[in-house]
Each structure stands twice: as structure tokens, then as C-alpha cells.
């Protein structure tokens, strides 16, 4: 059981990218998914969720430039980022608070936007 990232890298500041969380084990369609994110030094922060209905929500620093959505026949949740700005630089994980015990994350991805 665990949650992949992958689409992360470098990526000038206005440019996009999207992140993909996916997840083997379980069905992602069955539970809310989270993304996070972290700069050495702070504390991980929520950047947006969905639940497992498909409601959807987002940190105040990037309502209007990221979105998530899900396939639930790929399994996967996504978060397409636009407009990225510098302070976007940071660990994304994907996390599934309600999978277990104790949840599920996953083992994250670096996003470095360049000024």
C-alpha cells in the first residue's frame, strides 16, 4: 500500500506544472486526498484536498492558481499548478489522513520554481 508523486522538477516563475499521487493498495476513489508541501525549516503546510464526494479546497496562497481533480480509474489524484511563483518552491507529498490507522503519505517530490 502506498501513494506515488511524480511531476515535479524545475520550472521558471508564470510556467506550470501538475503533480500526480498515485496510489496502489487501495482506491483512492474511497477516500480524501490531501496535498501538502514543505521548505526545510517550517512546518508542512495543506495546499488543497479533495474529499472522497469531490469537494474540493484550497490554502488562501493558491486559490485561483492550483487545481485538483481525480481519475478514479487511474487511481490518481492530481494537482495542476499555474502561475507559480518562487515561494511555490517546495516538497509536495500526497497524504490519505483516513487510509489506516494513522494515515498514508507519500515519500514527496521536490517543485522548485526559478525567479
Known amino acids: 500500500v502506498q501513494l506515488v508523486e511524480s511531476g515535479g522538477g524545475l520550472v521558471q516563475a508564470g510556467g506550470s506544472l501538475r503533480l500526480s499521487c498515485v496510489a496502489s493498495?487501495?482506491?483512492?476513489?474511497?477516500?480524501?486526498i490531501g496535498w501538502y508541501r514543505q521548505v526545510p525549516g517550517k512546518e508542512r503546510e495543506g495546499v488543497s484536498s479533495i474529499s472522497s464526494g469531490g469537494r474540493t479546497n484550497y490554502a488562501d496562497s493558491v486559490k485561483g492558481r492550483f487545481t485538483i481533480s481525480r481519475d478514479n480509474a487511474k487511481n490518481t489524484v492530481y494537482l495542476q499548478m499555474n502561475s507559480l511563483k518562487p515561494e511555490d518552491t517546495a516538497v509536495y507529498y500526497c497524504?490519505?489522513?483516513?487510509?489506516?490507522?494513522?494515515?498514508?503519505w507519500g515519500q514527496g517530490i521536490q517543485v522548485t520554481v526559478s525567479s
Open positions: 493498495g487501495f482506491t483512492t476513489e474511497d477516500y480524501a
Open positions: 497524504n490519505a489522513p483516513y487510509y489506516g490507522s494513522s494515515g498514508l
